[in-house]
């Protein structure tokens, strides 16, 4: 399916939470397929705030400035574990804008479910099954782990309580699944910032499998 027929069926299937967009979002992936290291997953493309539509994931190829700081938290977080936008394929599980920003949003995960996770399993199958996925959001390990890892909290993760990555056979992708969060802890009122040293051990962790 081309991008208008992928909105007309999502709007159908799930409403007005749909919007209604000339293009979806495509992939970002300056460094090409070959030199992917990992896959760096986001939620939706959706903005709220600025209603920009997008040419690529996380808002790369926007010229304005109002996402300048995302994109620059989200490079330092690849950074701070060896990898940069060249080495990742950088994707959003549901490629469609919603009404709603996910954490707002009461079907993201049922869209994300029916629909958006078969569609990201055929478009990664372009890579070699060992390579990762990196969360950027709880909301995804929420709707592609298993009953059990899918419990956990990111001070849960980020303090070992799991094992890291999350193995291919528990979670619906198929691949292993690197929680790499960005916001703040209630718990610890702090960022999930990899550049925290609370979180030294846990961005060691991550560093090791990439070596």
């Keep these: 399916m081309n991008d208008q027929e992928i909105i007309k069926q999502l709007y159908e299937q799930y409403g007005e939470e749909i919007v209604k967009t000339e293009f979806l979002p495509k992939a970002y992936n300056p460094g090409g397929i070959n030199t992917v290291k990992a896959i760096y997953l986001g939620c939706d493309p959706t903005n ?18 109002e996402f300048k700081q995302f994109i620059k938290i989200h490079e330092e977080q690849l950074k ?13 599980l549901c490629r469609n804008y ?8 009461k079907i993201w995960k049922k869209v994300a479910d029916e629909f958006w ?3 990201l399993i055929k478009e990664l199958s372009v890579f070699d099954s060992k390579i ?17 890892s899918s ?5 849960d993760i980020y303090n070992g309580l799991i094992a890291i990555p999350i193995p291919a056979a528990k979670n619906k992708l198929g691949r292993s699944l690197i929680p790499v969060y960005r916001g703040k802890s209630p ?10 040293d609370q979180w030294k051990n846990y961005r060691e962790t991550i560093i090791k499998l990439f070596v």
């Excluded at 919603?98 to 949003?105: D, G, L």
């Excluded at 950027?136 to 929420?142: C, R």
């Excluded at 419990?151 to 001070?155: L, V």
Aim: charged letters at 20%.
């Design 48 to 65: 709220t705030k600025y209603n920009i539509p997008f040419c690529h994931a996380f808002a790369h190829g926007y010229k304005g400035t």
């Design 80 to 92: 701070e574990i060896g990898l940069s936008w060249e080495t990742v394929y950088t994707q959003n």
């Design 98 to 105: 919603f009404k709603e920003e996910s954490s707002k949003n």
């Design 117 to 119: 996770i078969s569609e």
């Design 132 to 148: 990762p996925v990196l969360l950027t959001s709880q909301l995804l390990l929420e709707v592609l782990g298993d009953n059990e």
């Design 151 to 155: 419990k956990y909290s990111a001070p």
């Design 187 to 196: 718990r610890y009122k702090m960022s999930y910032h990899l550049k925290n």
